[in-house]
């Protein structure tokens, strides 16, 4: 059963910044719970509701736009530290960001403006991208289309999968073609005419992000609603995908630090211990204290790797916004530096969801204790973009000097 919101007030310190006393609250609310809803399936609109009310989706707008002025690098500790409280509803805000990077951030027209204000004001925004019918490799025109309406606006048909976020979100970027074939995004409002939003998502892991099946059927969207891709513009940048992944792997990072909290609780909590332990004291055990030494050095060891490359990423977007001469190459830095931590805190992160069971034995492995769930959410984010493709990518690097692709989650 959902739990009631907590109130919190719109007044001027809205966007919560991620050093307000008050976010320690929020996430504190966030967290409580978290584990018995993954367990039960109930869907987190509670949470996501205090996410809005917050307006902490405007993490990455300009103060001057109503945002909170954040860099990349403070956005990202941030993330890590909701998903710690909760990694689903981490992840169902990864696409929100991602879009507002993309598109949102730096307006270019009055729609773009107006798309920013409502994020402004606590809006969030979903993604509808993913057709399994693309079988080529490197296929990235979308088989869902937009056809002119005979009035200079279109009608929208598709289907998409994987729509992470969108069902608890106020709008939605969807991913289409026009009749040339060109590739370009509209977002629209998700209670508009002709758009179903089906929560069939069924993974071991992540099971509250709502990543199911998006229908568009003859959905009415405007000219100025559509941005085509371009080379400066949206998906046609190179490495734009960078932020997504990190974002992904600022999660993990989350899973890896809830995972120690989760161990070192288990420790403190517990009575009985093993037959052949070396201490009858689980905490004075130096085995236990062993193993949870173990997650607490992959916690930070994953941590640390995320923010650098947030780092890194905040530099290649201060210099693709300024037009540098230097931009595709800090892009490039940016790109490799994410694709490493993304291999280093999947590996710590998953591991630490499997060391958590050392330390609390088979009573840990009781479905009411849910403690699988640290592992199964890292183990399934991990899947989205496979360690081995980036590792490869980056051994061509290193040996040959090969470029990272631009496109795909790199």
Known sequence: MN?????????????????????????????EGASDRERDRVLPYDAIELIRRARLGALRLPVEAGGAGNSIRELFAFVIR????????AHVLRNHFSVVERLVRRPRDEQSRQWQKAVAEGAIIGLAATELESQRVGNVTPGTTFAPDGNGDYFLNGTKYYSTGTLYSDYVLVRAA???????????????DGIELVDDW??????????????????????????????DVGYGVAYSNTFSQLFLTAIVAGIARATLRDATALVRSRKRTFYYAPNEVPSEDPLL??????????????????LAAAEALDVATDAFDAGASNAAEAAHTAALL?????????DFAIRG????????????AKKVTNLDRHWRNARTLSSHNPTTYKTRSIGQY????????EKGFF
């Open 353 to 364: 969801g499997s060391l958590l069971f050392d330390v609390g034995g088979a009573s840990a």
């Open 82 to 89: 909701l998903g710690e409280a909760d990694a689903n509803g």
């Open 338 to 346: 994410s694709a490493k931590a993304k291999i280093i805190a999947d």
């Open 289 to 306: 204290q062993q193993t949870v030494g173990q997650i607490a050095s992959g916690a930070f060891a994953a941590e640390t790797v995320v």
């Open 202 to 231: 069924d993974g071991l892991g992540q099971r509250l992000t709502a990543t199911g099946t998006t229908h568009f059927r003859n959905v009415r969207v405007k000219r100025q609603e559509i941005v085509f891709d371009a080379p």
């Open 178 to 192: 026009d009749s040339s074939g060109t590739s370009c995004a509209a977002i629209v409002p998700v209670k508009r």
């Open 398 to 405: 290193e040996i040959n000097g090969t470029p990272l692709p």
């Open 3 to 31: 739990r009631p919101v907590t109130s919190f007030s719109l007044d001027s310190s809205y966007p919560l910044q991620p050093a307000s006393s008050k976010i320690e609250a929020l996430l504190k609310e966030i967290n």
